[in-house]
């Protein structure tokens, strides 16, 4: 098992790992992926074979983490959140992310791997049936301060 870089190559396993292992799917998800978090997103590999991913942006918010079915509970979830908290730090300090109110395992996950629930936010998710979602942060540390020059105070 290896973590790397999500790459264009790694595509069309992640949407069918998306797919099967998200409810309510959207198929823009792959768009946004593309667009937005190819640079901090990182796939779980097995013989090539796509086994898990984390969708996440250079700002710290993580879109999702999917895990195949069959491969839960061994702790490669938490291997993806660790390694996307090592290629964010010192230039983020709060990873964030968003949770269906009605999943408590999911909810135990994140709070396993540091994550605390600070907020309901209603109708988070307008497709699903549980609507309703938790926001979860997780402090990873100070960010390097870039420093200021006189012409920008």
């Given at each position: 098992?290896?973590?790397?870089?999500?790459?264009?190559?790694?595509?069309?396993?992640?949407?069918?790992?998306?797919?099967s292992?998200?409810?309510?799917?959207?198929?823009?998800?792959?768009?946004?992926?593309?667009?937005?978090?190819?640079?901090?997103?990182?796939?779980?590999?097995?013989?090539?074979?796509?086994?898990?991913?984390?969708?996440?942006?250079?700002?710290?918010?993580?879109?999702?983490?999917?895990?195949?079915?069959?491969?839960r509970?061994?702790?490669?979830?938490?291997?993806?959140?660790?390694?996307?908290?090592?290629h964010?730090?010192?230039?983020?300090?709060?990873?964030?992310?968003?949770?269906?109110?009605?999943?408590?395992?999911?909810?135990?996950?994140?709070?396993?791997?540091?994550?605390?629930?600070?907020?309901?936010?209603?109708?988070?998710?307008?497709?699903?049936?549980?609507?309703?979602?938790?926001?979860?942060?997780?402090?990873?540390?100070?960010?390097?301060?870039?420093?200021?020059?006189?012409?920008?105070?």
């Amino acid at each position: 098992m290896s973590i790397t870089p999500l790459e264009d190559a790694h595509m069309a396993g992640v949407q069918v790992l998306l797919r099967s292992a998200l409810p309510g799917y959207q198929p823009n998800m792959m768009k946004l992926v593309k667009t937005k978090c190819l640079k901090c997103s990182f796939v779980l590999t097995e013989d090539e074979m796509v086994c898990g991913a984390l969708v996440g942006d250079d700002a710290g918010y993580i879109f999702c983490i999917a895990v195949k079915p069959f491969m839960r509970s061994q702790g490669h979830g938490s291997e993806l959140l660790q390694h996307y908290k090592r290629h964010l730090s010192g230039r983020v300090s709060f990873l964030t992310l968003h949770a269906q109110s009605q999943s408590s395992d999911l909810h135990s996950f994140y709070q396993r791997n540091g994550f605390t629930k600070s907020r309901l936010v209603p109708d988070y998710y307008r497709r699903l049936a549980d609507k309703d979602a938790y926001e979860f942060s997780c402090d990873i540390g100070s960010a390097k301060r870039r420093k200021v020059s006189k012409k920008e105070a």
